[in-house]
């Protein structure tokens, strides 16, 4: 089984920044592709930024040039350093983490969620 454990979410002004981190744990053999979703109140779930293992990335076209998509193999974790943010970027952000288990088995996990809210 493997756990993810998200962090970095909060309240911010226009303008400002957050780093988001993502942890996966449990008996996982390798990790191929991460990434980072979000969610806002009666919108569907969309991909905000994805990295594979040999670190290729793909941005929304709604976050280039202001948010970055980062991963320590060694940690098993994630990152999204949000620059700029603006208010449309308020939403629930989910990771989420793909590769096999010890067992060879492959498996997607989802995180449990983090609100990020840009107000003033």
């Known amino acids: 089984q493997v756990h993810l454990v998200e962090s970095g979410g909060g309240l911010v002004q226009p303008g400002g920044s957050l780093r988001l981190s993502c942890a996966a744990s449990?008996?996982?053999?390798?990790?191929?592709?991460m990434g980072w979703y979000r969610q806002a109140p009666g919108k569907q779930r969309d991909l905000v930024a994805a990295?594979?293992?040999?670190?290729?990335?793909n941005y929304a076209d709604s976050v280039k040039g202001r948010f970055t998509i980062s991963r320590d193999n060694a940690k098993n974790t994630v990152y999204l350093q949000m620059n700029s943010l603006k208010p449309e970027d308020t939403a629930v952000y989910y990771c989420n983490v793909e590769g096999q288990t010890t067992y060879l088995v492959p498996f997607v996990s989802w995180g449990q969620g983090t609100q990020v809210t840009v107000s003033s």
């Open positions: 990295i594979t293992s040999g670190r290729s990335t």
């Open positions: 449990g008996s996982i053999f390798s990790i191929n592709a």
